[in-house]
């Protein structure tokens, strides 16, 4: 665990020494210091923590086998005889293997573009950068990328085609999807939710939304049942995932649900973009509430999750009394250091160790 809260305390000494300088550069020559000062040296931590990990996850050495497998075909028998998997991410591992044998050059590249597509929208919309890569590391979908990784590949790729989500350009959208779709087949799940994500916030649909998913909490196993007449029929009940996550896994969601209720004045129902974010925010807690059943659909939350860290900096930033959002603050990275020490403490992912360590 050690490493892990290391990584968290380098997050918030970058951060807050961002925000001293830049406080002193304001008031000096009346300029904000420029992002870079902060994304360069935490995008180069995460690079390297991601992509020279160990092989302390089952999927790790799924994906090593998978890349040595499709590898061991010609390139266009890759896409014939190779293993059933999305063409996207065969396509990458056999234009990798073209140039090289060793799988760290796959973890290295996924985990490039997928701290490229987080901190390309987090440059772009958030309010307070570090606070929100600070969010993506303890709560957000980094570690995750670790035995997750095409899902967060996937889930990167349509967060980065947010802007025509908020301007509401449905082909070009449609066209992201698709693109996320050729790594991870659940990426069209966002094609409905390009509509249902734009309901306006209003009392009316969050009732709405409540009932709809105490319906669906009750009667989830039958549209379990339902789905895998179409996919999935090889899982079964004693399946990997087919059981319920742990509740402390659901804490957070709720709880960042919970705060954007409270403060959900602060945003503007005109505004795409805060529409957007919050209902995101919404259905991150329900995929979570419905992942007590079954922790597959954890998964499905990946996707929303991302909104999240925008919205509770952009919150923050909308507080007038400075001292209750220093207090805000303060508790708040309390919560996420705390969350992230018992999620990973014990799990598959505890203890960390470089790839080369083994």
């Not at 995008?43 to 998978?66: E, H, K, P, Q």
């Not at 995929?287 to 952009?314: D, G, H, K």
């Not at 930033?317 to 220093?326: C, F, G, P, T």
């Amino acid at each position: 665990m050690e490493t892990y809260l290391l990584v968290a305390i380098v997050l918030i000494i970058l951060g807050l020494s961002f925000e001293a300088v830049n406080s002193i550069t304001k008031q000096r020559i009346q300029k904000k210091l420029p992002t870079y000062f902060y994304i360069v040296p935490s995008f180069l931590l995460l690079f390297i923590i991601s992509a020279f990990r160990g092989n302390f996850t089952t999927d790790y050495n799924n994906y090593t086998f998978l890349f040595r497998k499709i590898n061991s075909f010609g390139f266009f028998d890759a896409f014939i005889y190779g293993p059933e998997r999305e063409f996207g991410y065969v396509l990458l591992n056999r234009t990798i293997g073209l140039f090289t044998s060793n799988e760290i050059f796959l973890f290295a590249i996924t985990t490039f573009i997928i701290l490229f597509g987080f901190y390309h929208q987090f440059k772009k919309y958030s309010v307070n950068i570090w606070l929100s890569v600070l969010m993506l590391v303890t709560a957000g979908s980094y570690y995750a990328s670790f035995n997750i990784t095409r899902q967060i590949l996937a889930a990167s790729i349509i967060f980065i085609g947010s802007k025509f989500l908020y301007e509401r350009k449905f082909f070009k959208y449609l066209l992201v999807v698709l693109l996320a779709f050729l790594f991870h087949k659940t990426a069209l799940i966002m094609i409905p939710f390009y509509f249902i994500l734009n309901f306006r916030i209003n009392i009316r649909n969050l009732l709405l939304f409540f009932i709809s998913s105490t319906i669906l909490v009750f009667y989830f196993d039958g549209v379990i049942d339902f789905v895998q007449n179409f996919a999935y029929d090889n899982y079964t009940e004693n399946s990997y995932g087919m059981t319920g996550q742990n509740v402390a896994n659901v804490v957070l969601p709720i709880a960042f649900l919970i705060f954007s209720l409270f403060h959900v004045k602060k945003l503007d129902p005109k505004n795409n973009m805060h529409r957007i974010w919050f209902n995101a925010v919404v259905f991150y807690a329900i995929f979570n509430i419905l992942a007590l059943q079954v922790e597959m659909v954890e998964r499905l939350s990946r996707f929303f999750a991302s909104y999240a860290l925008l919205l509770i900096p952009f919150l923050f930033s909308k507080m007038q009394n400075k001292n209750l959002r220093v207090i805000y603050m303060m508790v708040l990275i309390f919560v996420l250091i705390l969350y992230n020490f018992v999620i990973l403490s014990d799990s598959v992912f505890d203890p960390y160790y470089f790839i080369w360590d083994k």
